[in-house]
């Protein structure tokens, strides 16, 4: 009898990623030297052993169809041995070892109608959440206003004209899917009316105490209505959020006249120079005024070049935002200071320990090395 029984496979958990990576990142693994930006959108990583590999980052649609998907793999297919990545803002990464296989791959790239750029002092892709395409509690739309916004700002996207690096994020409620609390620019969906209680249906289809239970805010209430369990929302402490839509249906909270958009900005991941930091509030509310949302594409174009014109080298909106100080900045973007602007739920911003020194157990530390740009 063997002594170790045989590896089980089971579908708990994904498989290990280090199966997946190209060769050459295996073999060099958390020994690369340097990398570098060869030109807007191309990487090259060098390795202590003198390996190269050349990254090529194009944009994504972020939702994308099965067909599309396979164009992408075909594409990584004739280039880089089938070998991609897609990174956490959504940029496809196509992973070569022949440099002479650049050139080739962005030029089929640019037929495609994939963009090749967003590494360094440029916009990154993206990142966005499901929107009016797929979820239920969306305030706004995503994939519509990212649309918008890009065709706008591709060129800050292809080229690297920018002080610095930056980061968009949409979310489409305040549940936030998107990396909205921590992007130099943040779009954000937002309710701004309590949940409406559909008192006919609620009862048949909800369980009372399930929908108490999902109010982060104990907003609801149990009641009893003509002898029928039902809830109420006391609207003073809702705070428009959606969760008890989500375990209720019959307390739709979707407004077609009040719900609409805000814009957040300074957040970041990065621990360069400043430890991370949260989006703080630009402008409170802007309409959803589809398809092509012309107030918010003004605003996010008013605030890129804004910081484009007045950031010193390398600083991400929030430190230009540090340095400039907030009377400055509502000064120099145009926007209107308003009550809604003032900071009243202070306790988590205060505690919230953002700085990389909480990774104190060394578990994960170790990245490939690949990609950190986000
Ligand atoms: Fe749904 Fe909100 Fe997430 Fe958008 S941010 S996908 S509305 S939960
Ligand atoms: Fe509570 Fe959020 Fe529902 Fe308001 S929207 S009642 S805060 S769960």
Redesign the pocket.
């Known amino acids: 009898m063997p002594d170790v029984a045989p590896t089980r496979r089971t579908d708990i958990g994904p498989p290990h990623y280090g199966q997946f990576l190209p060769p050459i990142v295996q073999a060099n693994y958390g020994k690369w030297r340097y990398h570098e930006i060869l030109r807007p959108g191309v990487l090259v990583h060098v390795g202590e052993s003198g390996d190269r590999l050349y990254t090529v980052r194009a944009g994504s649609p972020r939702l994308l169809s099965v067909q599309t998907i396979r164009e992408i793999c075909d594409v990584a297919d004739r280039y880089c041995d089938g070998y991609l990545r897609f990174t956490s803002r959504h940029n496809i990464e196509f992973l070569l070892t022949d440099p002479g296989k650049i050139e080739p791959l962005i030029a089929d790239l640019a037929v495609r109608g994939f963009p090749v750029g967003g590494i360094g002092h440029a916009i990154s892709n993206i990142v966005h959440t499901q929107g009016w395409i797929h979820c239920h509690s969306a305030a706004t739309d995503a994939s519509g206003i990212v649309k918008a916004l890009m065709d706008e700002l591709i060129g800050r996207f292809t080229e690297t004209t920018l002080p610095g690096k930056l980061r968009i994020a949409l979310a489409c409620c305040v549940n936030m899917c998107g990396a909205v609390h921590c992007s130099d620019i943040a779009i954000l969906g937002i309710h701004r009316r ?2 409406k209680v559909a008192q006919d249906r609620l009862p048949k289809i909800c369980e009372v105490p399930t929908v108490v239970a ?4 104990a ?2 209430r149990p009641v009893r209505r003509a002898g029928v369990e039902s809830v109420e ?1 006391n609207e003073d ?9 989500t375990v209720c249906p019959a ?1 739709p ?1 979707n407004d077609a006249l009040n719900d609409g958009v805000s814009i957040w900005v300074g957040g970041k991941v990065s621990n360069a120079r400043t430890e991370p930091r949260f989006s703080k509030l630009a402008i409170p509310f802007l309409p959803n005024n589809p398809p092509r949302w012309p107030e918010v594409v003004d605003a996010v174009k008013g605030l890129v070049d804004a910081w484009a014109a007045h950031a010193r080298k390398h600083e991400r909106m929030g430190e230009w935002i540090d340095r400039i100080g907030w009377p400055a900045f509502f000064r120099l973007t145009g926007i209107e200071f308003t009550k809604l602007h003032i900071d009243d739920f202070r306790h988590a911003e205060t505690t919230f320990k953002r700085s990389v020194h909480i990774k104190g157990s060394g578990i994960g530390d170790q990245g490939s090395g690949i990609g950190d740009q986000g």
């Open positions: 309590p949940p999902s109010c982060p805010t907003a609801i929302v402490a809702c705070m428009f959020c959606g969760n008890c839509y307390m909270l």
